[in-house]
């Protein structure tokens, strides 16, 4: 007959299962945030030179440099919407999301001068700086998690 101390081997079995998938989650985000990270730092580069130096040769490859941007920042959205369905099966609150936004590029194709060059140049430093505030918020989170793993492991 089970007694109560198995109870809590299994609810502790069952925690740091959960644990162990919410940190999977949170690492398959900061991957995907590096990655973003790498493409908007790309990007607002090339809204840079295209802001001063132009050009129609510029202004394509900033296009395709603010799109491969949004793609990354898209797939952070979604590793995001999988962290918070994790870490709600551990009590954890959310961490937002990430966005470029596609208006900007809509705005810039048919708008292509200074101002609008500008403007997305400021939109991708808000997305990078977004995007650090959601890495340091994951790593404390991870290291929560670690911690609670581990208090979970040496309980008796």
Not at 52 to 60: C, E, I
Not at 123 to 130: F, G, S, T
Request: charged share 30%; net charge neutral.
């Amino acid at each position: 007959m089970p007694g109560p101390y198995d109870a809590q081997v299994t609810d502790s079995a069952g925690e740091i299962k959960e644990i162990d998938d919410a940190l999977e989650a949170i690492r398959k985000a900061l991957y995907a945030l590096n990655q973003a990270e790498e493409r908007l730092r790309d990007a607002r580069t090339w809204s840079t030179y295209d802001s001063w130096f132009g050009g129609f040769a510029a202004s394509v490859l900033k296009r395709q440099k603010v799109d491969r941007a949004d793609q990354s920042v898209r797939s952070v959205d979604y590793a995001l919407a999988e962290v918070r369905r994790e870490l709600a099966d551990v009590d954890i609150h959310d961490v937002g999301g990430l966005g470029v936004g596609s208006t900007a590029r809509t705005l810039d194709v048919w708008f292509d001068n200074l101002f609008t060059d500008l403007w997305i140049g400021r939109r991708l430093k808000k997305a990078q700086e977004r995007s650090s505030r959601i890495s340091r918020a994951l790593v404390t989170m991870q290291s929560q998690l670690q911690g609670r793993r581990a208090e979970l492991l040496t309980k008796p």
